[in-house]
């Protein structure tokens, strides 16, 4: 299993979790603010696993279209899981 963290810009972050959503992935969204110029960000924590990850990833970035300042789209970063457990 892997955790995907990304960081993404707040006004593309609900385009970002209504398409993971809709393709049964979960997806917890954190409201963030950071940069240099303070701007409003989200953090998204989706578990998928292992096999997902590129599917994943894919509709993350068809969800966010490129902006033309390159890298805007923010990171995605790929981290094991090695348990997880429900509560």
Do not use: H, W, Y
């Amino acid at each position: 299993m892997k955790l995907l963290f990304s960081i993404v810009e707040d006004r593309v972050a609900g385009r970002i979790v209504e398409a993971l959503t809709r393709r049964r992935f979960g997806v917890t969204r954190i409201d963030t603010v950071g940069g240099f110029l303070r701007r409003g960000n989200a953090t998204l924590l989706i578990g998928v696993e292992d096999d997902q990850i590129d599917d994943a990833i894919g509709v993350m970035r068809k969800a966010a279209p490129e902006r033309p300042v390159p890298n805007a789209r923010g990171p995605i970063f790929v981290l094991r899981v090695d348990q997880s457990e429900r509560m």
